[in-house]
T-cell receptor, first 114, second 115 residues
């Protein structure tokens, strides 16, 4: 079984400042890693994912995450946030070849202030 | 854009009543998932189907919960004799089986409030 820990439940940050949302996981087998974003009263949208290859993955809206196998982490970063980035962010893992079932962390609420 | 569609979006019911939620996945997707999300928590896996076969069920899915996907297309999640602890958002998602790690697309969820 795997588990995901998001170390910060809330992250307040000023607009145009950099941000890092932390995610650590534990698993006895190889995993895929995901970040999802959830805006108020909406479902989850995939932000980015790591399956294999380059450990640095990027999204189309400026977020990036780096897979660190030795530290079992997949932290999400953005060099300059916008007000519109205010949302809940969820880190998730799935076991390789295990039906795509996702195990989610508890979420981090990113609050961007003007 | 025909994404994952869920209805009803909101349901308020009295304790002890039965409720049913429907999910229409993206049309060519053969995998369908149900998750539950309570306030301030991440989604928790409930069950998943590959075509019409229910392949995995979480221990969270008590005997009051039943999910079906009769023709491998839409799915229903029924909760019998609802309890206040069932209040949550029920999320449906779908994906293609082609390879593991394929993107899972979520619907907007069905909010259940048990009073």
């Amino acid at each position: 079984a795997q588990s995901v820990t998001q170390l910060d439940s809330q992250v307040p940050v000023f607009e145009e400042a950099p941000v890092e949302l932390r995610c650590n996981y534990s698993s006895s087998v190889s995993v895929y890693l995901f970040w999802y974003v959830q805006y108020p009263n909406q479902g989850l949208q995939l932000l980015l994912k790591y399956l294999s290859g380059s450990t640095l993955v990027e999204s189309i809206n400026g977020f990036e995450a780096e897979f660190n196998k030795s530290q079992t982490s997949f932290h999400l970063r953005k060099p300059s946030v916008h007000i519109s980035d205010t949302a809940e962010y969820f880190c998730a893992v799935s076991e390789v070849d295990a039906g795509n079932m996702l195990t989610f962390g508890g979420g981090t609420r990113l609050m961007v202030k003007p | 854009d025909t994404g994952v569609s869920q209805n009803p979006r909101h349901k308020i019911t009295k304790r002890g009543q039965n409720v049913t939620f429907r999910c229409d996945p993206i049309s060519e997707h053969n995998r369908l998932y149900w998750y539950r999300q309570t306030l301030g928590q991440g989604p928790e896996f409930l069950t998943y189907f590959q075509n019409e076969a229910q392949l995995e069920k979480s221990r969270l899915l008590s005997d009051r919960f039943s999910a079906e996907r009769p023709k491998g297309s839409f799915s229903t999640l029924e909760i019998q004799r609802t309890e206040q602890g069932d209040s949550a958002m029920y999320l449906c998602a779908s994906s293609l089986r082609e390879s593991s790690g394929n993107t899972i697309y979520f619907g907007e969820g069905s909010w259940l409030t048990v009073v």
